[in-house]
T-cell receptor, first 113, second 114 residues
Framework: SQKIEQNSEALNIQEGKTATLTCNYT??????LQWYRQDPGRGPVFLLL?????KEKRKERLKVTFDTTLKQSLFHITASQPADSATYLC????????????FGSGTRLLVRP | IAGITQAPTSQILAAGRRMTLRCTQD?????MYWYRQDLGLGLRLIHY???????GKGEVPDGYSVSRANTDDFPLTLASAVPSQTSVYFC?????????????FGPGTRLTVL
């Protein structure tokens, strides 16, 4: 069966440390993968996209890797801040007639001051 | 308005009633989507539309219908609400003529069916 998995347990880290979130998938062949941030009571907000032929993408303190052999993406936030506390969702882009995204259930990140 | 709006913000509904959730975007995006988000299950696609006049079924379409009469509006209708449709509903839009489909989400509608 097709699955996309993110760690359901919250990640609790100290301010200033690097947060690393994992997204694993099975039985999909995504053309790209996206990461979104979601704050309580709000809709998700797009952060980064990485294509299947890219290994790594960076944006300010954010870094995403994409390993299509391992079927895994890692999302890193360096020098984390309490304001980074949120739920982070990964989404697979499967190119078919629907241009749809398939979302993971998200991992909650808590950054302690 | 700028972006994507949804109405109502929240609603409590008796089972069996009909309900339409409204979604409007002003970004002239061609594609629009409806998701529901439930604890532990993440975002699941209900219906989508790649362009005005066309719609398609997502992962969980049963009990829901949509229409896309124009570019800006994409209402979601529950013909006869059931308690299992209690959820938070998000509308999203994207420009699929650009690569890789970054989606813009509305603030959500929290629906409770009793």
């Amino acid at each position: 069966s097709q699955k996309i998995e993110q760690n359901s347990e919250a990640l609790n880290i100290q301010e200033g440390k690097t947060a690393t979130l994992t997204c694993n998938y099975t039985n999909y062949s995504p053309a790209y993968l996206q990461w979104y941030r979601q704050d309580p009571g709000r809709g998700p907000v797009f952060l980064l996209l990485i294509r299947e032929n890219e290994k790594e993408k960076r944006k300010e303190r954010l870094k995403v890797t994409f390993d299509t052999t391992l079927k895994q993406s890692l999302f890193h936030i360096t020098a984390s801040q309490p304001a980074d506390s949120a739920t982070y969702l990964c989404a697979l882009g499967v190119v078919d007639s629907s241009y749809k995204l398939i979302f993971g259930s998200g991992t909650r990140l808590l950054v302690r001051p | 308005i700028a972006g994507i709006t949804q109405a109502p913000t929240s609603q409590i509904l008796a089972a069996g009633r009909r309900m339409t959730l409204r979604c409007t975007q002003d970004m002239r995006h061609n594609a629009m989507y409806w998701y529901r988000q439930d604890l532990g299950l993440g975002l699941r696609l209900i219906h989508y539309s790649n362009t005005a006049g066309t719609t398609g079924k997502g992962e969980v379409p049963d009990g829901y219908s949509v229409s896309r009469a124009n570019t800006d509006d994409f209402p979601l209708t529950l013909a006869s609400a059931v308690p299992s449709q209690t959820s938070v509903y998000f509308c999203a839009s994207s420009d699929i003529d650009r690569s890789y489909n970054e989606q813009f989400f509305g603030p959500g509608t929290r629906l409770t069916v009793l």
